[in-house]
Structure formats: C-alpha cells, structure tokens
C-alpha cells in the first residue's frame, strides 16, 4: 500500500484507517520508519506516540548512505527507500522515545539563541572587517546605522539566556546535569546545552567513543594499502552547529560599547 496525505492530523489520521483496513494488518507486528526531517515530524510523532505504537526515527543521511548508487528523487520513491531499509536493518532498530518537555523547550530556545547569534554576526561582522579599510566618516554612519539593530539583537540573546537559565534551574534533573558537564574545564553553559539536547540528556549516546565521533574531536584515518591520504581528520559528518556568543565589535560611539564574549 502506498499513499499521499497532507502533513496534518487529518491526514495522518486518514493514513492510519487505511493501513488498518489491510487484511493481514497487526499493530504487535508493526514499526513506523520515517527519516528525521525536524519540526516537519512533529505531528506523527506526537500522534503515533499518543497510540503507543512502535517509532524507528532514522537520519536522512544513513537511510541515504544505505542505499547504494540512487538515481532520482520523488516523495514515493523516498518512502519506498525508507521501508527497504527499515526492512534491511531491521535488526539494528532503534525505537524513539521523546524527550522530556522540558528537553523539547531547551532545544527550541536553544534553536532560538543561536539564530539571534547568526544575525548579529552578520551584521557585525563586516563593521569589524572593514575598520581601516574604509573613510572613517562612512565607518561611523555604517555604525550608527546598525546600532539600535545590535543592541536589541543583544538584549533578546540575553533575555533568552536568560529563559534557558531558568528552565533548567526549574528542573532537578537538568539542574545536576548541568553542574556535573559545567564542572569539567573548557565546558561552559552553551555547550552543555548542546549536548544535553543531542544526547537527549546522556541517554542516546552513552559510549565516550561514539560521543567523540558527534562532537567532531575524534581524528579518522584515510588510507588504501600503502597510498595514505595526508594526516588523520574528523569526518564532516560530525554536528557542526556553532554554540558560541556574539563576536566582538571594536567600536564604541553614542553611547553603545561592543561587547567582548568568549567562545
């Protein structure tokens, strides 16, 4: 059976009666596989979730990777890639559990706060780049006409740390987890919240090793027989989502100094 619904409870609802019509149909003897796709599964998460029935959420790269030398790209054949693969591996099946409420709104923040990053990067950026490199009148006017855009850009990032500050103190388990990462030197508050989000708070990914590997820290060697390909590197599949603070900008006029963060 093969099918197309809109991406709402309707329509995952109206997929749901179809596959229970099936005559050979058994919930005991079923396992949903769809690839991560972000907020875009949040629907049938939740709906599959709330019936208790089985969830294989699987990377979009390693369904990818796992299917040989692919030709074309359609919704259809996306969904007919996934059951094969489901049906390959399926005895290297790992089910989903959600993470807690609290982990859900971390990560939206989290999401949040970077974003706001980006932007004011940006902008300052090229103010900084371009110091000396321009009349120093056009340098004051190009200042002053992001000025007010950088201050708020800087008081939403702070409101927000703010907001995820209080989500984990609010929270006893998050609470210790974040004081046992933060007391380890070089781990600050935002990378703690990265991989507390990524691991869904140390439960996915347990083993030192594999937690390298994601981070990106874990070197891999490249070579065939005796041709070696230059020294030892980090694959580029590791998360390389950026959790740091907004650059510094070395100016200071109408009040407003730029603010020195560490990374």
């Given at each position: 059976l093969q099918t197309s619904t809109p991406n709402s409870l309707a329509g995952i609802k109206t997929a749901l009666r179809l596959l229970r019509s099936l005559p050979q149909w058994r919930a005991d003897q079923t396992v949903f596989c769809m690839e991560h796709t972000g907020i875009y599964n949040a629907h049938l998460l939740s709906f599959l979730h709330k019936l208790h029935l089985?969830?294989?959420?699987e990377s979009s790269l390693q369904i990818k990777k796992a299917g040989g030398l692919q030709r074309g790209k359609t919704d259809s054949i996306d969904a007919q890639?996934?059951?094969?693969?489901a049906y390959r591996f399926r005895d290297q099946m790992r089910l989903w559990q959600p993470p807690r409420a609290v982990v859900q709104q971390l990560a939206m923040?989290?999401?949040?706060?970077?974003?706001?990053i980006e932007v004011y990067n940006q902008l300052a950026g090229p103010l900084a780049e371009q110091q000396g490199f321009v009349d120093v009148a056009l340098q004051k006017q190009l200042r002053r006409s992001c000025q007010a855009s950088l201050k708020a850009l800087e008081a939403d990032r702070k409101a927000v740390d703010e907001a995820i500050d209080q989500l984990i103190q609010n929270d006893q388990h998050l609470s210790e987890l974040f004081a046992l990462m933060t007391s380890v030197p070089g781990i600050g508050m935002a990378t703690a919240t990265e991989v507390v989000i990524a691991t869904n708070e140390l439960q996915t990914i347990t083993d030192p090793k594999k937690m390298a590997c994601h981070a990106g820290v874990a070197p891999?060697?490249?070579?065939?027989?005796?041709?070696?390909?230059?020294?030892?590197?980090?694959?580029?599949?590791?998360?390389?989502?950026?959790?740091?603070?907004?650059?510094?900008?070395?100016f200071s006029f109408g009040g407003y100094v730029g603010h020195s963060h560490e990374r």
């Open positions: 089985p969830i294989w959420l890639r996934i059951a094969e693969y923040l989290s999401a949040t706060r970077q974003r706001l891999f060697n490249y070579q065939s027989g005796s041709s070696v390909r230059g020294r030892p590197g980090v694959s580029h599949h590791a998360r390389k989502r950026p959790h740091g603070r907004p650059r510094e900008i070395p």
